[in-house]
């Protein structure tokens, strides 16, 4: 029997559908805390419950260069004062500054990976009851082209205690991998925030735009590591005196500078007219003041474009960061979409 062409075409036609049509990726929602102290107000319980959150992910300390002493040294330990809700999974976080890196000498990366394990275990026990084990943390580093091998050998190094971890990636890691390197783990956080040089007083938003995202995800899906993804849900204001960076308000927002009369407003720019005190700093006449927050429209635009580039079917979408004050210019309404975009 001849079988009809415009059959045949019909076939070609439903293969083709089946074929271009996306599979739809399994995305785990998830929120970072970045606080001290764990404590959680009732919003944000209840935005946690809200959204079916499963993942939390809570730095539990920062590793800096104490320049006095000339040693890496632990700082902002996390001081627990609430249980941990029944239906999280909390991921350890460390803050790992590039200058640590920078200072620190090979020889001593086998000892450094073995205080960064014994300061984990004493926060997450002293929370929990219980070691970490098997679970994930992540590390949380800006590395550059002059820190790279060294801290390549301390996450190697750490896997051996953590066979779980993850890292945070820049965009710019991801866009330049070819020399930046991709780091030896199991999967990368790509950090889709702090776009722009933030020190500069000409910079019209250092956290996120659409278009300068799109200057670096072009190449996303070849990235060789498996890639979860966190958004940002914050805003800020940046202080600039004498055209020089001062000081970061965090959580201050634009409303806050046009409801008082000492300012001049020039777009998201605030131009001090006499000193002042307010925030709990000291504010000169001249002083420019650049709030910065990211719209909802951008914000779930960035979302749906970056969770289509991201090549791996299984991703954690998280949002940074779990704080009634940061996540007031967002409905709660607004926040569900973001976790449900496609």
């Not at 890639?227 to 805003?235: G, I, K, R």
Request: with cysteine; hydrophobic share 35%; charged share 25%.
């Amino acid at each position: 029997m001849k079988f009809p062409f415009y059959c045949f075409l019909l076939l070609m036609i439903f293969v083709w559908a089946c074929n271009s049509s996306e599979t739809p990726k399994h995305v785990m929602p998830a929120f970072y805390y970045w606080k001290t102290v764990f404590k959680l107000s009732k919003n944000e319980e209840q935005i946690l419950t809200d959204n079916h959150i499963q993942k939390l992910y809570v730095k539990y300390f920062d590793v800096d260069l104490d320049e006095r002493a000339q040693k890496p040294t632990f700082k902002a330990l996390l001081i627990p004062k609430q249980k941990i809700p029944q239906q999280l999974s909390v991921i350890p976080v460390v803050y790992l500054t590039n200058q640590t890196l920078k200072w620190l000498e090979p020889r001593y990366l086998e000892d450094f990976a073995g205080k960064i394990v014994d300061k984990i275990e004493v926060v997450h026990q002293s929370w929990t009851g219980e070691p970490v084990g098997n679970n994930e943390i992540q590390i949380d580093c800006d590395w550059t082209l002059s820190t790279k091998k060294k801290y390549f050998t301390l996450l190697t190094i750490l896997r051996k205690k953590y066979p779980h971890i993850s890292v945070t990636i820049r965009l710019h890691q991801v866009k330049f991998s070819d020399k930046t390197g991709v780091p030896p783990v199991e999967r990368g956080m790509l950090m889709c925030y702090n776009m722009a040089d933030w020190k500069n007083e000409k910079t019209a938003n250092s956290i996120f735009t659409p278009d300068v995202l799109n200057q670096y995800i072009g190449d996303l899906s070849e990235y060789s590591l498996p890639l979860d993804l966190v958004m940002p849900a914050f805003h800020w204001t940046v202080g600039y005196r004498n055209h020089q960076f001062q000081y970061f308000l965090n959580a201050v927002s634009s409303k806050d500078f046009s409801s008082i009369s000492l300012f001049e407003q020039d777009k998201n720019r605030f131009i001090a007219q006499r000193d002042t005190n307010l925030w709990g700093i000291g504010i000169r006449k001249g002083d420019v003041f650049r709030t910065e927050e990211v719209a909802y429209k951008d914000l779930s635009k960035g979302c749906r474009l970056i969770k289509k580039k991201i090549s791996n079917q299984k991703l954690t979408f998280a949002l940074y960061h779990l704080d009634s004050e940061s996540l007031k210019t967002y409905t709660h309404e607004q926040i569900k979409e973001l976790y449900q975009s496609k």
